[in-house]
């Protein structure tokens, strides 16, 4: 038969082995393109492979009606384009001129994620150039969007946060022609526990807390 000190011990050490397999819960991730090789070059902007992959999650563009085939070409701003904002940034070309171009963006896992906000600049001073459209799809036909003006500065970027309805999406499609992005900030929340993970801890701190009475 175990002594108090030692069941106490070993009811301590499951329930801290059972809790620290738990997840930690979401945790934020920023693409902000910085490992882009932007300096040193005299081009005004360098091609970008897609999908972009940074933090876990990836950037591709699309086209076509509704953004539902490949779009056109991703590129990064460089220090000698006359729009250079002081930090890489990206836009798309157009891929089809009869519908334009979309950012799409998500997990690389095709995991849930949250999106918090996102750096943008206009590329033109045109009413329509500077509008900034942002839609969110999740599981169970669940839609968002909300949608901005940027402002007439074309060289300084403008956080755009987004509501609290930007949770639990498979993946964002944004404005990508006549703006330049950077900083996607999302979060991704860690895994749901298995049964057997949660029923371990709580096993182990109702044994320490059963000794504890014991022993008072």
């Keep these: 038969m175990l002594s108090r000190p030692l069941a106490s011990a070993l009811a301590l050490s499951a329930a801290c082995s059972a809790l620290a397999l738990l997840p930690s819960g979401a945790h934020a991730a920023v693409m902000d393109f910085n490992a882009l090789p932007v300096a040193g070059t005299s ?46 940034a990206v836009y798309s070309d157009v891929g089809d001129p009869r519908y334009g171009s979309a950012f799409r963006f998500e997990k690389a896992d095709g995991g849930l994620f949250d999106l918090v906000s996102v750096d943008a600049a206009a590329v033109a001073n045109a009413p329509n150039a500077r509008a900034f459209n942002v839609f969110g799809y999740g599981d169970n036909g669940k839609s968002v969007s909300m949608s901005f003006t940027l402002d007439t500065s074309l060289t300084t970027l403008e956080t755009l946060t987004l ?54």
């Design 43 to 88: 081009s005004p902007i360098v091609t970008v492979g897609a999908p972009y992959l940074e933090d876990g999650f990836k950037l591709s563009t699309r086209g076509c009606v509704s953004f539902t085939c490949s779009g056109g070409t991703i590129y990064a701003l460089t220090p000698a384009n006359s729009l250079w904002s002081g930090s890489a």
């Design 163 to 216: 509501g609290t309805a930007f949770t639990g999406l498979r993946y964002v499609l944004m404005s990508a022609m006549y703006a330049q992005v950077d900083n996607i900030n999302a979060t991704h929340a860690g895994e749901v526990p298995e049964p057997g993970t949660v029923g371990l801890a709580l096993a182990g701190l109702g044994g320490l807390l059963l000794m504890r009475r014991r022993q008072a």
